[in-house]
């Protein structure tokens, strides 16, 4: 496991990457609850900023792709899917480590005003995997890692408005709705509105599968060996 | 003369960069786009216009506050990178290269917002009242904007901070300016909400341009918008020769 260890060192060694993981989550979980829905605003925000802390850490394999580590690496003794795997997996546990954090202090700020924090943890942890899944498919497409991040950052937005994050899906004409449903931030933001409206925990279970089965679509698109 | 010349080079130096083309042009009318979806006939409340026409005003300004990263770029390229060495010996002041960039710049900036707020008129029918009293705010406003940005690149040691700080200076302006939640009541930030950054001394100034009404606010705005331009120019000046020998 030398690769997920020197993922860590790395990542932690620059103190910026350490406030960029904090800085928004902490900020966001003291935005007061809206008239919808009906959570604090900052906990169905997160899936976006989810989705930005994973491009973040995404990064760094189109780094690795840009200045020629991946193919130092594939005359190395480490396979491919053991480079992924092990990169994929730290970021999974800092973005779980960066959940906890967010679900804790909002325990602590909102109290009773937040449902059920260990559904919403839950809920991010897939999310987090989705979000890493799809930041690795979207870098598989650039070359210029300034490019891909700063469009990403618009395409974020977008995805969040069209999938019900910003506003109501309802709220949209009747095809949209419909097709929407093909993004990932309409499943993470269906998710938290059902933990959010108190209904069963066993509704959770189609957004979750759906998440899950992006996240499984994004890696598969993403993977490819790219050496250039 | 010369400035005229590298001016216009620079523009079409511009012209070819589709990634900021893609940011700053496109992006913002896909978003206005996907905003009409819900804003159809809506009115938006305490200033009686439709929805969409707040949106579009929004959103064009949200987007000049980003503009200034085309400055920031051109100077770090042309005259900070190795390039500066070819730019030093050439027989053309240096300061006459960044006033360039900063013209040029400025024009593109817009250009570009002009755009979108003809797309705005034609496709959803926006109203912004008189279009020359709009083009010279929107000048003014990008005028502003790149100042503060060249301010930042020339201003500070590293690039990579003064990047950092051009996108945390376009967020907080965006969020002082109440695009994504309400600021908290109170006549602190209710001031902190209208005179205390450039989107929204912007959006006081087309909103009064658009109804008729609050016009003191505009001229209040108009007034600071000149003020801040003519510090942000001397420390800008005052910067760039501490900076750029």
Known sequence: MTIFTFVFKRFFRKKSNIVFLFVLPIGSVFIPTA?????????????????????????????????????????SPISHFQYLFQNLLAYTVILTVVNLVFVFLGVIVHGENLPSPILLFIIYTVFSMTALGFSLA??????????????????????????????????????????????????????????????????????????ILFCIAFLLLGSRRRLT | MMLMKASYFIFRRMLRDYIGMAILLLLPIALISVLALIADGAVSEPLGIPMMDEVAVTMVFAFIMFGGFYTMEYVRGDLMSSMKWRIYSLPYGIHN??????????????????????????????????LGIVFF???????????VFINFVLGVKKYKTAERLGTGF???????????????????FSFLSTYSNPFSLGQNMIFATITGENIEKAIISLVIFIALALVLAITAVYFGRRKLI
């Open chain 1, 35 to 75: 008239a919808w829905p009906p959570i604090p605003l900052g906990f169905h925000y997160y899936s976006l900023l989810l989705l930005l802390l994973a491009a973040r850490l995404g990064g760094i394999t189109l780094e690795d792709r840009t200045n020629k580590t991946l193919l130092r690496l594939s005359a």
């Open chain 1, 138 to 211: 979207w870098y598989s497409l650039f070359r210029h890692m300034e490019t891909a991040f700063s469009i990403l950052g618009g395409v974020i937005v977008l995805m969040g408005m069209l999938g019900g994050v910003m506003w109501p899906v309802e709220a949209m004409p009747e095809y949209l709705q419909q097709a929407v449903m093909l993004l990932p931030t309409y499943w993470a933001a269906e998710s938290t509105l059902i933990v959010a409206y108190g209904t069963q925990a066993k509704d959770l279970g189609t957004p979750l599968v759906v998440m």
């Open chain 2, 97 to 130: 290269h960044a006033y360039a960039i900063l013209i040029s710049c400025s024009l593109f900036n817009v250009l570009q917002s002009l755009l979108v707020v003809f797309y705005t008129i034609f496709v959803y029918n926006v109203n912004w009242g008189n």
């Open chain 2, 137 to 147: 705010i929107i000048l003014l406003v990008t005028a502003v904007i790149q100042l």
């Open chain 2, 170 to 188: 376009g967020l907080a302006c965006l969020m002082l300016g109440e695009v994504w939640f309400p600021l908290p009541d109170g006549p602190f």
